[in-house]
């Protein structure tokens, strides 16, 4: 069973930055994809960006069309740490946001948050104008 612990929310103005911070503990799979999710107030939760991960290197990022450009995905192998920087933030990025891993490569399914079978708790990210 893994764990996932995020971190890093908080609140900023528009056209500002933060840095959201996965931790991972228990058992990794050798090959799985770490993604992060995000529910803003009144909507479904979405797939925002993802990474493949091969028995402990990174492979190819995903990213939703509505984050492209600002946000990036990565991890930190050694740390088992996924994380997300977003910058050029708008309001309408405001939403809770959720570290989610699955067994397997990402692939063009990485949105398919029913395949993910280990979720964080999540951290609340308000942007204001």
């Known amino acids: 069973q893994v764990q996932l612990a995020e971190s890093g929310g908080g609140s900023v103005q528009a056209g500002g930055s933060l840095r959201l911070s996965c931790v991972a503990s228990?058992?990794?799979?050798?090959?799985?994809?770490m993604g992060w999710f995000r529910r803003a107030p009144g909507k479904e939760r979405e797939g925002v960006a993802a990474i493949s991960v091969f028995e402990g290197s990174t492979g190819v990022t995903y990213y939703a069309d509505s984050v492209k450009g600002r946000y990036t995905v990565s991890r930190d192998n050694a740390k088992n740490t996924l994380y997300l920087q977003m910058n050029n933030l708008k309001t309408e990025d405001t939403a809770m946001y959720y570290c989610?891993?699955?067994?397997?490569?990402?692939?063009?399914?990485?949105?398919?948050?029913?395949?993910?079978?280990?979720w964080g708790q999540g951290t609340q990210a308000t942007v204001s104008s």
């Open positions: 228990g058992y990794i799979y050798s090959i799985s994809c």
């Open positions: 989610a891993l699955k067994k397997g490569a990402c692939g063009a399914s990485w949105m398919r948050e029913y395949e993910y079978n280990s």
